[in-house]
């Protein structure tokens, strides 16, 4: 089944304590991004990668840091979260001429 | 930057009746993409619609459809014989064929669907 895995779904933090969390995709698309979703903000993006080794910001990128070494992966890294981090995030996928395919979302909260 | 715009922040309609979501946005590009998701209780996101800007038909799927006006720069989707699954927050999207593939998305429309 073509999908995007994302993990964890829920995930409870203190603030500063490093975490990572995983997206991957089976569709060999190339473009891949990270979204946080507030409520009245919509959909922002986070950052983007085009391809292997290939990626850049988006929007609102402070705070976050991701890596794409393998063309299915591309994890979301928070070095030091905080509490203006607590959102629910997405991982999404696409092949060029297509719209997205989005993981299941993970609602982190930082206390 | 292209912006999208989702001037409904909450809608509401009767079961079995229709009803039109508005979306606008902004763009100097003459070829992209327009997506409408849907976004449920159980927060996935799931692709609903999608108009390929060179094409003059609007698309259909289902009880889905859509009114693309592209000299008026809008994107409106109107669900037919609403269904109280379709009760969602609902997000247009916008595609870029030139710029990085980029993908632009309004602040969504909140959907409730009254029995």
């Known amino acids: 089944e073509a999908q995007v895995t994302q993990n964890p779904r829920y995930l409870i933090t203190v603030t500063g304590k490093k975490l990572t969390v995983t997206c991957s995709q089976n569709m060999n698309h190339e473009y891949m991004s990270w979204y946080r979703q507030d409520p009245g903000l919509g959909l922002r993006q986070i950052y983007y990668s085009m391809n292997v080794e290939v990626t850049d910001k988006g929007d609102v990128p402070e705070g976050y840091k991701v890596s794409r070494k393998e063309k299915r992966n591309f994890p979301l890294i928070l070095e030091s979260p905080s509490p203006n981090q607590t959102s629910l995030y997405f991982c999404a996928s696409s092949g060029t001429d297509y719209g997205y395919t989005f993981g299941s979302g993970t609602r982190l909260t930082v206390v | ?115």
Do not use: H
């Open chain 2, 1 to 115: 930057a292209q912006t999208v715009t989702q001037s409904q922040p909450e809608m509401s309609v009767q079961e079995a009746e229709t009803v039109t979501l508005s979306c606008t946005y902004d763009t100097s590009e003459s070829d992209y993409y327009l997506f409408w998701y849907k976004q449920p209780p159980s927060r996935q996101m799931i692709l609903v619609i999608r108009q390929e800007a060179y094409k003059q038909q609007n698309a259909t799927e289902n009880r889905f459809s859509v009114n693309f006006q592209k000299a008026a720069k809008s994107f409106s989707l109107k669900i037919s014989d609403s269904q109280l699954g379709d009760a969602a927050m609902y997000f247009c999207a916008y595609r870029s064929r030139y710029t990085g593939n980029q993908f632009y998305f309004g602040t969504g429309t909140s959907l409730t669907v009254i029995p």
